[in-house]
């Protein structure tokens, strides 16, 4: 592993590593950074390094900054450090990332996999009432890995007015004038 740290590629993505981390020491910013997407290019791409016809690249943002860097390919990878829950992140970009999600007949039939993973209700309700499959338990699974550094939006909260706020402490539902729109 030492003979691959002194080849010219891994000193190039380490000074772009250490360029645009917090930390100015290479061992500290190589552990400042985590995977944010993985890609296929068809043609293949340069890496970072200077490595070209890439063909699976990543795409890594900084923790404190929020920089993000790409492309860089899947064998400069192996160069970051990843704690256990990242290492679930990037077998899950691995194995489930392309992956087209059919379940005929349901909500999500011929929707993309990475479309399904952001509806935070359909998860919980598979999580919930589902039987268990591997499957499901695999989307689940991503899905929680996914949203530990991407988590969804939080879903739309209807606007309610002040007079509605009052009208619930008395133990109504509603306003009058709500209860007539939606009449």
């Excluded at 917090?22 to 997407?37: C, F, G, N, P, V």
């Excluded at 990037?90 to 999600?101: M, N, P, Q, R, S």
């Excluded at 589902?130 to 996914?146: D, G, N, Q």
Aim: hydrophobic residues 30%; contains cysteine.
């Amino acid at each position: 592993m030492e003979e691959e740290k002194a080849t010219p590629n891994y000193v190039q993505l380490m000074k772009t590593i250490v360029e645009f981390s917090k930390s100015t020491l290479m061992d500290i910013a190589r552990a400042e950074w985590y995977i944010t997407a993985r890609y296929k290019e068809e043609k293949g791409v340069t890496c970072l390094c200077g490595h070209e016809h890439c063909k699976y690249v990543y795409v890594i943002k900084n923790y404190y900054n929020n920089n993000l860097l790409a492309p860089i390919g899947s064998e400069c990878m192996h160069y970051f450090e990843w704690n256990e829950q990242e290492a679930k992140i990037l077998e899950a970009f691995e194995k489930w990332h392309f992956k087209k999600y059919r379940n005929p007949g349901l909500i999500y039939d011929q929707v993309e996999f990475h479309e399904v993973i952001k509806d935070v209700g359909y998860i919980h309700r598979l999580e919930k009432f589902a039987k268990k499959t591997k499957e499901h338990e695999r989307l689940i699974a991503y899905a929680k890995a996914v949203w530990t550094h991407n988590p969804p939006p939080p879903p739309p909260q209807p606007a309610v007015c002040q007079k509605c706020i009052e009208q619930r402490k008395k133990g109504y539902k509603k306003c009058y004038t709500c209860y007539k729109e939606t009449i």
